[in-house]
């Protein structure tokens, strides 16, 4: 993913953040940064929380069954990575923020468990299919509870993407971004804090 492609994103999600970029760029005489940050993930973040929990009940959950490819972000680096941004003066840009490579789900997988102690860990592939139906059944459920589900529809379509590279080349052009924490320290420090927190 380069910042000169143009988006196609096909979540409500993903169209609601097209939509805020368009505002702001057809909003005259108002400056602004867009950031496109990839996955991001730390301390009590829910997403990637569900899955160091998953791994900490020996089950990974993986989705397909070609190799995927994912990319992250720590949440420090991405907070550090806006206060750059202004403190350059740069304005009316877009930037992708991501750590500068990709993972493997079993090198995310065993990064975790090793964080948790060296637990053993049973993969699971789940194919696209079985991941919708389970989709759909969570979101059901949630609107019986009046909650929101973190397994629906909308994010079953991000979910069943392949691949997520990305090119942060203008970002680190503009004002010298470079993540400090990788994908282990990352997930060393959320492992702690969902010790702290259990």
Do not use: C
Not at 63 to 73: E, H, N, P
Not at 107 to 123: N, S, T, Y
């Amino acid at each position: 993913i380069t910042n000169d492609m143009r988006p196609h994103p096909d979540t409500r999600y993903g169209q609601s953040k097209i939509m805020a970029e368009q505002y702001l760029e057809h909003f005259a005489g108002i400056p602004y940064i867009i950031f496109r940050p990839t996955g991001v993930y730390g301390p009590h973040e829910k997403d990637y929380l569900m899955m160091v929990k998953s791994i900490d009940h020996h089950f990974d959950f993986g989705v397909g069954y070609r190799k995927q490819m994912l990319t992250f972000i720590y949440v420090d680096d991405l907070v550090e990575a806006m206060f750059d941004a202004l403190a350059s003066g740069v304005k009316n840009k877009k930037y992708i923020i991501s750590e500068d490579r990709a993972y493997t789900q079993k090198e995310f997988r065993d990064i975790v468990a090793q964080e948790l102690g060296g637990k053993w860990v049973i993969p699971i592939k789940v194919p696209i299919w079985g991941l919708w139906v389970v989709s759909a059944v969570a979101e059901k459920i949630g609107k019986m509870r009046l909650k929101t589900s973190t397994l629906n529809l909308d994010k079953f379509k991000i979910m069943r993407q392949r691949n997520w590279t990305a090119d942060i080349s203008d970002a680190v052009a503009d004002f010298g971004f470079a993540p400090k924490v990788d994908l282990r320290e990352g997930i060393r420090r959320t492992v702690e804090a969902y010790r702290r927190n259990e």
